[in-house]
């Protein structure tokens, strides 16, 4: 059961020794010399101003919620779909109670323009 | 030591360490960050548990969805991702105490308990999480009436989304 997931497993285990090795060898072998002009984010670029952490518009949060509620409504669809033959009519009842509903908070969300950028 | 039970240490530890990052970082992107990892931690909890599925889930909508989600609140609302102020309030000395207690007794509880030493039973071959989890969802003696309001719970987010975030017009 376990052993499906070595290769998930070899992944990360890989990944992270890639990362290392390419940030470790720079670490070890690159000269290195601190100036002021180095630590800058450009080099020979415009000088930055202001902090590099600025405020996001608010329409990301919202994108970002209506994809975690139409994400975790896939979640509820996925086991539902697999068994859906042997469910039969009553299945395809519930589900359309399901979306019935969701679909109501999907009106709402078209019509208040939440899925337009703008 | 099996396998499963080395796999169990090295993730137990670091759910615990990244959670206690989660709270002692002062910056609060690296806080959300430390947060991905306890999620990480608790996916390869539900893979030892053979919980395919939640998995699965776990990866996708807790670290794919909600600690992106929790990135982006961030980035809209502070504007100094730094925390200056004290990280211990007065309470923690009471707060310390009472987790202590709360984990002795759940050891004396669990260490009292016999199913505590035993091993888990293997599953039936031909056991699929999923279609039993479909099955469940929809069946009357089982999960449809939660189900269902679980519909009425993501309606009312939605809704709670759109206003709150939404652009007057």
């Known amino acids: 059961m376990l052993f499906e997931y070595i290769a998930i497993a070899t992944l990360i285990v890989l990944a992270v020794i890639v990362a290392l090795i390419a940030i470790g060898l720079g670490e070890l072998f690159g000269p290195k010399k601190k100036m002021e002009e180095k630590s800058m984010p450009y080099e020979s670029g415009m000088t930055p101003y202001g902090p590099g952490t600025r405020r996001m518009p608010v329409r990301f949060y919202l994108i970002a919620v209506l994809f975690i ?33 969701l679909l109501v908070g999907y009106i709402y969300a078209w019509k208040k323009g939440a899925l337009e950028w703008e | 030591m099996t396998a499963i039970q080395i796999i169990f240490i090295l993730s137990a530890l670091v759910i615990l360490g990244a959670a ?12 959300a960050l430390y947060l991905v990892a306890t999620l990480f931690g608790v996916a390869v909890l539900y893979a030892i548990l053979d919980a395919t599925f939640l998995t699965v889930v776990q990866v996708v909508v807790y670290i794919g969805a909600i600690a992106i989600l929790f990135i982006f609140a961030i980035m809209l609302t502070r504007r100094e991702m730094r925390d200056q102020g004290e990280q211990l309030n007065k309470g923690w000395g009471a707060a310390a105490l009472i987790g202590l207690l709360t984990f002795g007794g759940l050891f004396m509880l669990l260490n009292n308990w016999r199913g505590v030493n035993a091993t888990a039973a293997a599953l039936p071959s031909g056991f699929d999480g999923v279609v039993e989890l479909g099955t469940a969802l929809v069946s009357t003696d089982a999960f449809v009436l939660p189900f269902e309001v679980a519909s009425v719970l993501l309606l009312a987010a939605l809704i709670g989304a759109v206003y709150v975030a939404g652009t007057k017009k």
Do not use: C, K, Y
Not at chain 1, 78 to 98: D, S
Not at chain 2, 20 to 31: D, K, P, Q, Y
């Open chain 2, 20 to 31: 206690v990052m989660v709270v002692s970082t002062r910056n609060l992107v690296h806080a």
């Open chain 1, 69 to 101: 509620l139409f994400d975790i409504e896939v979640v509820f669809f996925l086991p539902w779909a697999i068994v859906f033959r042997q469910l039969g009519l009553f299945g395809l009842i519930e589900m359309a109670v399901f979306i019935a509903i």
